[in-house]
């Protein structure tokens, strides 16, 4: 490794600028020196500098082997290095946490679909498989991600979301531990799942806030 290459990195790219619009990876940490706190990133066959700190707080000191997801970045001249970095766990596996949550997040679409005028298997087989969809799908763009080709939209992804599948894309996000850093898009997908939330309720109340929510938006474009 050329001494001066890494001591101009390392000064460059201790302040990157903000990352570049999904510019979401995943490496692995091939070289890391706990003493300058300082490394670099193996990723689809590239190495990109990363700086103690541009790594999430609160984690242990990385080392060599550790697997990474971040953002791309640039130094003041313009070179690649990596931004909002954070470890991966592990095997991707869901907490005690992560399972409550979502228990508490389908119980009350589950009980609410016992109430639909459907038959009774309907609902949850609808939901599962679009969910099963929807987790695939999600897979396939973290390793369409990792590859740089063509991502499945964001749009195609909530979408699936909004006809059911927002399960599978709440497991997907934490045991793939993809789509889960952006905020506008956890933004938009948590707002389908408090409308699943809201929807579910509302069923309880034969749809009256459905109804005048429904009765109000058409006053409003009768009168435009």
């Known amino acids: 490794m050329d001494p001066r290459r890494t001591k101009a990195c390392m000064v460059d790219a201790i302040e990157c600028p903000s990352p570049v619009q999904d510019g979401i990876r995943t490496g692995t940490i091939d070289q890391w020196d706990a003493v300058k ?5 193996q990723s689809n066959g590239k190495r990109f500098f990363l700086h103690i700190k ?3 707080r609160g984690q242990r ?6 697997e990474v997801q971040f953002s791309l970045g640039q130094d003041a001249k313009g070179r690649p290095c990596a931004k909002a970095a954070r470890l991966l766990k592990p ?7 992560g399972l409550l949550a979502f228990g508490l997040l389908i119980l009350l679409p589950g009980v609410a679909g016992l109430f639909l005028p459907l038959p009774l298997w309907l609902p949850p087989t609808f939901m599962t498989i679009l969910s ?12 369409l991600a990792q590859s740089e080709v063509w991502r499945v939209s964001e749009a195609t992804l909530h979408l699936a979301e909004l006809c059911g599948g927002w399960p599978g894309a ?4 934490r045991r793939l531990r993809h789509k889960c850093s952006k905020r506008t898009y956890q933004f938009v997908f948590w707002l389908i799942v408090l409308s699943y939330q809201i929807v579910a309720v509302d069923v309880f109340f ?5 109804l005048k929510a429904i009765a109000e938006i058409g006053g409003f474009l009768k009168a435009l």
């Not at 706190?37 to 990133?41: A, L």
């Not at 099963?132 to 390793?143: L, N, P, Q």
């Open 37 to 41: 706190g300082y490394g670099w990133v």
């Open 54 to 56: 541009d790594l999430q």
């Open 61 to 66: 000191r990385p080392k060599a082997g550790d």
């Open 91 to 97: 095997g991707s596996r869901m907490g005690f946490g």
């Open 132 to 143: 099963v969809i929807t987790y695939r799908m999600y897979a396939h763009d973290k390793k």
């Open 170 to 173: 709440f497991l997907a996000q």
């Open 206 to 210: 034969d749809y009256g806030y459905t």
